[in-house]
């Protein structure tokens, strides 16, 4: 057999043991046909011709992107590349910042816990972390000259830890939006020094909460919260817990919150110089630069073959290659609204989710099939990260999607438009 032949070979066999949910090998074709998947050759490259333009035009280095459907990889491509200042080309070992994607990771393994007793969701937040007791709303008033103040007054029930799941908390972030809590967020300096977790909510219990807990969705460090809670119950870090009970065991070797071999930090996506800005004052990190801070709302690492394992899970309610992590009855709570009618959630001024959407535990959900500027079913599950990565799991369809990619400014745009071409490449 030639050696060229033998290497390939070797490489497809390799690659798909990696995987083995969903199968796909490192050198970009797709094992199976997109017909099979019930795509049209055509639509899918669609995909191709947009992905390859927003480079062109150097809105974006590179990406990467895989659709399963049918239990069929019917997409898996590179394009450009990893880092534009090395220039190395893009590929499935690829390493990115995920920002946001960690919620729902940090939800499953508190799920975990739930499932096994050690949580309850109707749990008041003090109950693990006794410095959220006595928290204060505070509430925006005029003064007599004019001037805003801040008036702190009691909450009317705790924070639970269903709060900390789905953004009703009360507590909120920094870095974007305005107002007299985010100000003090900012002027709190979180992030200051070296903090681990367990300093780190120690300085967010001081601040004042930005709504009534249980009342409104805010986008928030909620997670970050519940990722503690995580640490106090099982005695470990955040990372520890992940690793032993999920990451480790859904093969995800390459997700963590730092990328601490010297061998892999040249993997690290990067975006454009330019494009490393996130918010009002936040600047893009390195997560090759270890600190003590595990951020499960917003600090780790992956692969798209990494993310793609998790996505699967999900889809397949909870179950992985014969090891089950969560009920499928789970999955599905977490999969439903939880800020619906009766819930008496209702959406704040800056609700990420969008027209047409609830949010679960974890997870933006999908309630109606129109409404959306974007295609999808009712029932689907997704989440996206700051720094220009999404996914979504599609339970009608039997479909992920994960793309990945670094890039801050162009990041709405391009999940709405590559949802669009997903769904329109449908031929069945």
């Not at 150097?58 to 990889?73: C, D, H, L």
């Not at 508190?110 to 008041?124: F, H, I, N, S």
């Not at 000259?145 to 830890?161: E, F, H, Q, R, Y």
């Not at 070296?194 to 997670?223: C, I």
């Amino acid at each position: 057999m030639p050696s060229a032949l033998r290497f390939r070979r070797v490489t497809i066999a390799l690659v798909a043991l990696f995987f083995v949910t969903p199968k796909v090998f490192a050198e970009g074709p797709i094992i199976d046909g997109p017909e099979q998947a019930g795509f049209s050759a055509a639509g899918l490259a669609r995909i191709d011709s947009y992905i390859k333009n927003e480079i062109d035009q150097n809105k974006i280095p590179g990406a990467i992107m895989m659709i399963q459907r049918k239990g069929k990889t019917a997409y898996f491509k590179s394009f450009g590349v990893r880092d534009p200042g090395t220039k190395e080309p893009m590929s499935p070992e690829t390493i990115f910042r995920i920002y946001s994607m960690s919620k729902p990771i940090t939800t499953v393994a508190a799920m975990m816990l739930v499932e096994e007793g050690k949580l309850q969701l109707d749990d008041p937040l003090s109950k693990y972390i006794p410095a959220f007791a006595d928290v204060k709303v505070g509430v925006e008033r005029k003064g007599e000259d004019g001037a805003m103040g801040l008036d702190l007054v009691p909450a009317k029930k705790p924070i639970t830890i269903q709060d900390l799941m789905r953004h009703t908390s009360g507590l909120t972030y920094g870095f974007f939006g305005e107002g007299l809590v985010k100000k003090a967020y900012v002027d709190a300096h979180l992030f200051a020094g070296d903090v681990d977790n367990a300093e780190f909510v120690q300085r967010l219990a001081k601040l004042p909460l930005v709504y009534q807990p249980g009342t409104t969705w805010d986008y928030s460090h909620s997670v970050d919260v519940l990722g503690r809670v995580i640490e106090v119950i099982s005695g470990k870090s955040l990372y520890q817990f992940e690793k032993e009970r999920l990451l480790d065991p859904l093969g995800m070797k390459e997700t963590a919150f730092y990328v601490t071999d010297p061998a892999k930090k040249s993997l690290v996506a990067e975006p454009f110089p330019n494009d490393r800005k996130i918010g009002n004052d936040a600047e893009m990190g390195d997560p090759r630069v270890v600190q003590k801070w595990e951020s499960g709302g917003g600090g780790m690492v992956s692969t798209i073959g990494d993310y793609s394992r998790f996505a699967q899970m999900i889809l397949n309610g909870g179950t992985l290659d014969g090891k089950r992590y969560l009920s499928p009855k789970t999955i599905a709570y977490m999969g439903s609204n939880h800020i619906g009618p009766g819930s008496g959630v209702v959406p704040g001024p800056y609700y990420l989710p969008g027209p047409g959407f609830g949010f679960g535990l974890g997870f933006a959900v999908r309630t109606d099939a129109g409404v959306s500027a974007n295609e999808g079913s009712v029932g689907e599950m997704n989440w996206s990260g700051a720094g220009g990565t999404t996914f979504w799991v599609d339970r009608q369809e039997n479909m992920f999607v994960v793309f990945m990619a670094q890039t801050i400014t162009q990041r709405g745009r391009i999940r709405v438009t590559l949802k669009n071409l997903v769904y329109g490449a449908f031929d069945q």
